[in-house]
T-cell receptor
């Protein structure tokens, strides 16, 4: 069965600090996708990134970066120079492909608080 | 609007009553998903619809839960004889068929259900 573990329930840092959110996954599939979503206080989940299992190249988007390591089944997310607006709950998710759709399995989420 | 629309945004009901939650996906999206987010918990998959294929109901927690999607667009999630443990935020998402996009699921703001 697929499983996503986000061991960090809550993280609190001071603005401008770098912070890394951990994500470890389990799957028997050889082809799969990994996601990160942000859930701000408004409640609507916002897509951040999708990575497929064949692409282990790290990705950087502005202050955000993702480190995908198949050897350790991890897909960690780092925010550099954090800002108060980064405060949210962040979810890591794993999907397989069924009939052209994607059934996501989510981790429990990490609540990130950036203090001014 | 152009996003996923859910109604009602908040619903308070008494134990034993039936409730219906509605989701209006993004126009043209063939896949529609329902997830449940209980307080302090991650997102739990309930059901998804993909085009004209039979829905994947594997996540529905009991036979009190059902969902339908009419005309390949609007979906209704029905909970019969509600129980207090049904209290949660019910999130709907939609997406294009995989292969046509980044794999992003677009989420609505959710329907918060409180069962007294």
């Amino acid at each position: 069965a697929q499983k996503v573990t986000q061991a960090q329930t809550e993280i609190s840092v001071v603005e401008k600090e770098d912070v890394t959110l951990d994500c470890v996954y389990e799957t028997r599939d050889t082809t799969y996708y990994l996601f990160w979503y942000k859930q701000p206080p408004s409640g609507e989940l916002v897509f951040l990134i999708r990575r497929n299992s064949f692409d282990e190249q790290n990705e950087i988007s502005g202050r955000y970066s993702w480190n995908f390591q198949k050897s350790t089944s991890s897909f960690n997310f780092t925010i550099t120079a954090s800002q108060v607006v980064d405060s949210a709950v962040y979810f890591c998710a794993l999907s397989d492909l069924i009939q052209g759709a994607q059934k996501l399995v989510f981790g429990q989420g990490t609540r990130l608080t950036i203090n001014p | 609007g152009a996003g996923v629309s859910q109604s009602p945004s908040n619903k308070v009901t008494e134990k034993g009553k039936d409730v219906e939650l509605r989701c209006d996906p993004i126009s043209g999206h063939t896949a529609l998903y329902w997830y449940r987010q209980s307080l302090g918990q991650g997102l739990e998959f309930l059901i998804y619809f993909q085009g004209n294929s039979a829905p994947d109901k594997s996540g529905l927690p009991s036979d009190r839960f059902s969902a339908e999607r009419t005309g390949g667009s609007v979906s209704t999630l029905t909970i019969q004889r509600t129980q207090q443990e049904d209290s949660a935020v019910y999130l709907c998402a939609s997406s294009l068929r995989v292969g046509q996009n980044t794999g992003e699921l677009f989420f609505g703001e959710g329907s918060r259900l409180t069962v007294l």
